[in-house]
Every structure is written in C-alpha cells, then in structure tokens.
C-alpha cells in the first residue's frame, strides 16, 4: 500500500521559516518526488520538483529563490524548506510522486502517481 504522509506545516509570521517533511513508503522506487499546494479557491499549483535520477530540481517562479527541495539518501523521505514565507504561500501543501517511467514535469497533475493527504502552511503578516 503506498503511503505519503507530511508532516511540519504550521502556522508562521511572514519572513519565517518551515520545513515540509514527506515520509513515503510502498512502491519499489520514485521517478520523482515534487511539492504542491493549494489555496482556498484556487487551484492546485506544482511548487518544487525533483527528479531521482540525477537529482535536477525545478521550482515555481512564485518560490525560487525561497523553498528548496532535497530528500534523504534512502530517497523514501522528501523535504520542502521554505524561508522568507509570504502571506500569498498560505495553503495546502501536498507531497507528490511518480514511479511511472517517463518525463516529470513540475505542476502537471496527471503525471501523480500517488498524493498525500497534505498539511496546512498558515503566513500571517
């Protein structure tokens, strides 16, 4: 059974920092792993994306700069740490992963394969 569970989301001033943890479990290997989130009334966004292979990440232009993505050397384990938080990064984070062979692409939903149940990121400023 394939579980992805997040954790370290919570509520900060803006110019804070949080750190997104994604334990993922239950399939042989990820293509890759990414990060979205989604805002009332919005639509989920692709954030970060980082392909196992090599290790290339890719982020939103909203977060360059802010958020990085890495995950543990077991690779069952990603992260998403935000710095310089900004009211407009409050939403729904949502870890993501492929094992599909084929090409990643941030923010594209029907590449999922599997999703978490999310954790809430809360700026206020």
């Known amino acids: 059974q394939v579980q992805l569970v997040e954790s370290g989301g919570g509520s900060v001033q803006a110019g804070g920092s949080l750190r997104l943890s994604c334990a993922a479990s239950?399939?042989?290997?990820?293509?890759?792993m990414g990060w979205f989130r989604q805002a009332p009334g919005k639509e989920r966004e692709g954030v970060a994306l980082l392909v196992t292979g090599g290790g290339s990440t890719y982020y939103a232009d909203s977060v360059k700069g802010r958020f990085t993505i890495s995950r543990e050397n077991n690779k069952r384990t990603a992260y998403l740490e935000m710095n310089s938080l900004k009211p407009e990064d409050t939403a729904m984070y949502y870890c993501?992963?492929?094992?599909?062979?084929?090409?990643?692409?941030?923010?594209?939903?029907?590449?999922?394969?599997?999703w978490g149940q999310g954790t809430q990121v809360t700026v206020s400023g």
């Open positions: 239950g399939y042989p290997y990820s293509v890759c």
């Open positions: 993501a992963v492929r094992w599909r062979a084929g090409r990643c692409r941030l923010g594209v939903r029907v590449d999922v394969d599997a």
